[in-house]
Structures are given as structure tokens and as C-alpha cells.
């Protein structure tokens, strides 16, 4: 099975947003400030669209 670069950029972005969202939830209390958590929600579902979304990215096969 052969992985597009693109299929693999939009897996890589998503993750580090998907896990940026986690790291700022308030429940997590690493420390970040109160205006930066408020973002944690928001952030979390983008990476989580981009982790569902890279499932239907593809590039044209080249023959």
C-alpha cells in the first residue's frame, strides 16, 4: 500500500493538533494560561477532522 506525501502531511498535522488540544485542556493543568485553554476544544476537533479527513485524501495514480 502506497502513502501519499500529502495523505502523510495531513496525519502528521493532525495528530500535533489533535494532542496540542489535549495538552491545553484544563484538565490536563500543565500550566498553560486560562486564554490559551479556551482554544483546547476548538483545537482537539480540527485535528481529529484532519486525523478523519486524511482517510479520503488521495493522489492520482501515476501509470
Known amino acids: ?3 501519499s506525501n500529502k495523505k502523510k ?3 502528521i498535522v493532525g495528530i500535533w493538533l489533535a494532542s496540542l488540544g489535549v495538552a491545553l485542556h484544563p484538565i490536563m ?3 498553560f494560561p486560562e486564554s490559551a485553554t479556551m482554544f483546547s476544544i476548538p483545537i482537539l476537533i480540527v485535528g481529529a477532522a484532519l486525523l478523519i ?4 485524501v488521495s493522489e492520482k495514480e501515476k501509470k
Do not use: A, R, Y
Open 53 to 56: 479527513g486524511s482517510h479520503f
Open 29 to 31: 493543568d500543565v500550566g
Open 1 to 3: 500500500m502506497h502513502v
Open 9 to 11: 502531511t495531513v496525519v
